[in-house]
């Protein structure tokens, strides 16, 4: 999942620039991000601030400490900063957009006209075998900031049912100033 979540971001930041629509089916991470590279669309180089908030996060049969514990988290949001050079801003390779998420497919991916509307699927190994997500992403993007909402349905690494929901807000806030996390 925490690759899918770089990919997520990684992709909805290459909005910015020209207005192209990319429409992808059943297309793999890696066919996407060439499409969105290949599109012409280039982010915008310097320092994003990323803030990620968990809006809803469930586990079928949470122990009730580990409810209350995660009910205080959500809403708090975790911010995070990357640094784009002129180059990759340009030029982002598949590599910028998480091609490691090989256990991730798009059954759909569309994006342009400042929206993107994507839904994916996960699949995974947990204790109690193979486990599968379903992933929703829609938002909004402009070339200096995006706003997206991902919602997740799938199982947990026990094998329980697990929901979340995520808003990814970010910006482009100006010159990388040497302390980014990324």
Known sequence: MRAACALILAVALAGCGDDKTVEKKDASTAEVAKSVADSGMKLKPGRWDLTMKFARFEVEGMPPEAKQAMQQMLGQGRTYSSCLTQEEADKPDGSFFGQEAENCRYDTFTM???????????????????????????????????????????????????????????????????????
């Open 112 to 182: 342009g006209g400042g929206k993107i509307d994507a839904a994916m699927t996960c699949k995974g190994q947990g204790a109690e075998g193979a486990t599968e997500a379903k992933m929703k992403l829609v938002g909004t993007y402009s070339p200096d900031s995006y706003d997206m909402t991902m919602d997740m349905n799938g199982a947990a690494p026990n094998g329980k049912t697990m929901t979340m929901q995520m808003t990814l807000v970010s910006k482009h806030v100006g010159a990388c100033v040497g302390n980014e996390d990324r």
